[in-house]
């Protein structure tokens, strides 16, 4: 045990430029670890919080994102929100921002708004509208904003992140204004095909796999069906759902729907290993070889004509009831 012992003084101060040095020194190193990554497998990863997230973070990765994004803006034909938010929305945090592009185009739409985006990942770009700004955080932690302060929270892409979705819906509605919109985006890993085509084949193999190893993980990979339920759970009124199809490759007839299934297809081929690989190695026992050998089926039925698959896509918006005044219809 420490003696307790009268604590000591130095007689030989540093100088205030020796002290705000080794501050800077300490701010800097502080800085550049939340900056650094981590490899595992040949793909890179978030430091900041590691093994928190399945998705990898390098340019293989942000590409597969950048194509979701524009995924999205086929489906909805161009609108990057469903939510019916005002023109002259003024606080808006868009959760997992990725890349930072639905952020930065949201900024640009909106010069009236302070748009924050947030994500594990420091991979967003450094020239960006005035009106955005883009911090490394865990959602799941305490929030530092007020409450009650947003007009708009955007939620896209966040399957197998959210240990406790619940938790999150209520940390959003407590800081969300009253009247204010969350939206929420998700997207099946389970392909479904209106013929029959995807049954008995490798589509079905892959969603069993991904769900037992999210369940594994701890952060499911069902939201896209849990969303509508957990949100109104959490208080929210004016409940709305809405879900597309998305053809996995360019089979569809309708040419909007052939669009759209060249690029989830490539969607798909670009992300198929950022999906399984953490996550199978980690949490399934796979090995790295195990897991190439199913991304080669994968790829091989993802451009098998004869397999009419899709992905189902679910919008989920809601608004934060105002007290005093009629909370509206579910």
Not at 62 to 70: E, R, S
């Amino acid at each position: 045990m420490a003696e307790q012992r009268p604590l000591e003084v130095d007689n030989e101060l540093p100088t205030e430029e020796e002290l705000i040095g080794d501050s800077q020194s300490e701010l800097t190193s502080l800085k550049s670890s939340i900056l650094e990554h981590r490899y595992e497998n040949g793909r890179r990863y978030n430091a900041f919080r590691p093994g928190s997230y399945w998705g990898p973070n390098d340019e293989k990765a942000q590409d597969h994102l950048d194509i979701g994004h524009h995924l999205h803006n086929l489906l909805t034909g161009g609108r990057l929100y469903l939510a019916p938010i005002s023109s002259t929305v003024q606080r808006v945090l868009d959760i997992g921002t990725g890349t930072g592009i639905w952020a930065i185009e949201f900024a640009d739409l909106h010069p009236s708004a302070k748009v924050i985006g947030t994500d594990l990942s420091p991979i967003q770009p450094t020239w960006v509208p005035p009106n955005v700004q883009f911090e490394v955080d865990d959602c799941t932690d305490e929030w530092v904003h007020e409450k009650d302060s947003f007009d708009y929270i955007h939620i896209r892409g966040m399957y197998g992140s959210i240990a406790d979705w619940d938790a999150l819906y209520k940390t959003i509605h407590s800081h969300l204004k009253p009247g204010g919109y969350i939206e929420h985006w998700e997207q099946s890993v389970q392909a479904k095909s209106d013929d029959g085509t995807t049954a008995g084949t490798v589509y079905e193999e892959w969603a069993e796999l991904a769900h037992r190893a999210g369940d594994a993980f701890g952060k499911t990979l069902r939201i896209v069906d849990e969303s509508k339920n957990r949100i109104t759970k959490a208080g929210f009124v004016d409940v709305v759902e809405k879900r597309f199809k998305c053809p996995l490759g360019p089979w569809a007839s309708d040419p909007i729907m052939k669009k759209m299934g060249a690029f989830n297809r490539l969607q798909q081929e670009e992300g198929l290993e950022g999906y399984a690989m953490y996550l199978y190695t980690t949490y399934l026992g796979w090995t790295r070889e195990e897991v190439e050998v199913l991304l080669a089926r994968m790829r091989k039925a993802l451009r098998d004509p004869s397999i009419h698959a899709y992905q189902e896509y679910s919008v989920v918006w809601a608004r934060k009831p105002v007290p005093g005044k009629e909370a509206g219809a579910g």
